[in-house]
C-alpha cells in the first residue's frame, strides 16, 4: 500500500534562518507532489506541485521554494524565513492519472513557527 | 475567479443525530468534480466523498452522503447517524483542470 511521510511535525524557527521540510511517497511510482500551507479559516493554498524529477511549478509568488531531487521525495526550503511564513504545511500525493479521479493524499503535517 | 464557499464555520450537533455542512461554488466550467475531505484532530486529511458534474445521481458512502445541485451551484454533505470520531475539519473542493480550489472548512464537533 502507499504511504506518505513527511517531517518534522513541528518546527520552531527564528526570523531569517533556513527551512527544510521534507515528504517522501512509498508504494507508488511517478506520483504528482503537492505542497500546501492551511491558514486558519482560509481552507488550503497551494505552493508548489510536481509531475516528475525536476520539475516544479509555483502557484504562489513567495520566500518559499520546492524541489524533487528523486521520483518519490519532495522538499520545501527557504533561505531566510519570514514571520508571515507561520503555519501548517501538507505534502500531498495523486496518482498520474489525477485528473481522472481527483483525489488527493495527504501527510501528516508540518506546523512551522517563525519567531 | 472560480471560488468554494463554506459559510458555517463550527457546527456542533449531538452524537446519533444527523447533520448537513454547506458548500457552494462558483465556476463557468460544466464538467468538473467535487469533493469533500475530512481532516481529524492531529490526523491525516483523507476524503470522504467524490461527485462528478456529470452525474445526476448523488454520491454516498456509508453514512456520508451529498445533495449535488448543479444550477445551484451547491453540494452539501450529510452525515447520518454521527459517530464520536466524525469530529473533524471538513473541507469542500472543487477540481477542473488539474487545479482544486478549497473551501475555508467546517468545524464539526460531534458531542456525546
Known amino acids: 500500500s502507499q504511504t506518505i511521510h513527511q517531517w518534522p511535525a513541528t518546527l520552531v524557527q527564528p526570523v531569517g534562518s533556513p527551512l527544510s521540510l521534507e515528504c517522501t511517497v512509498e508504494?507508488?511510482?511517478?506520483?504528482?507532489l503537492y505542497w500546501y500551507r492551511q491558514a486558519a479559516g482560509r481552507g488550503l493554498q497551494l505552493l508548489f506541485y510536481s509531475v516528475g524529477i525536476g520539475q516544479i511549478s509555483s502557484e504562489v509568488p513567495q520566500n518559499l521554494s520546492a524541489s524533487r531531487p528523486q521520483d518519490r521525495q519532495f522538499i520545501l526550503s527557504s533561505k531566510k524565513l519570514l514571520l508571515s511564513d507561520s503555519g501548517f504545511y501538507l505534502c500531498a500525493w495523486s496518482a498520474e492519472d489525477y485528473g481522472n479521479t481527483g483525489e488527493l493524499f495527504f501527510g501528516e503535517g508540518s506546523r512551522l513557527t517563525v519567531l | 475567479a472560480q471560488t468554494v464557499t463554506q459559510s458555517q464555520p463550527e457546527m456542533s450537533v449531538q452524537e446519533a443525530e444527523t447533520v448537513t455542512l454547506s458548500c457552494t461554488y462558483d465556476?463557468?466550467?460544466?464538467?468538473?468534480?467535487l469533493f469533500w475531505y475530512k481532516q481529524p484532530p492531529s490526523r491525516q486529511m483523507i476524503l470522504v466523498i467524490r461527485?462528478?458534474?456529470?452525474k445526476q445521481q448523488n454520491a454516498t458512502e456509508n453514512r456520508f452522503s451529498v445533495n449535488f445541485q448543479k444550477a445551484a451551484k451547491s453540494f452539501s454533505l450529510k452525515i447520518s447517524d454521527s459517530q464520536l470520531g466524525d469530529t473533524a475539519m471538513y473541507f469542500c473542493?472543487?477540481?477542473?483542470?488539474?487545479?482544486?480550489?478549497w473551501g475555508a472548512g467546517t468545524k464539526l464537533i460531534i458531542k456525546p
Open positions: 461527485q462528478e458534474a456529470y
Open positions: 508504494g507508488t511510482s511517478n506520483p504528482n
Open positions: 473542493a472543487f477540481m477542473n483542470y488539474y487545479q482544486l480550489i
Open positions: 465556476t463557468s466550467e460544466s464538467n468538473y468534480y
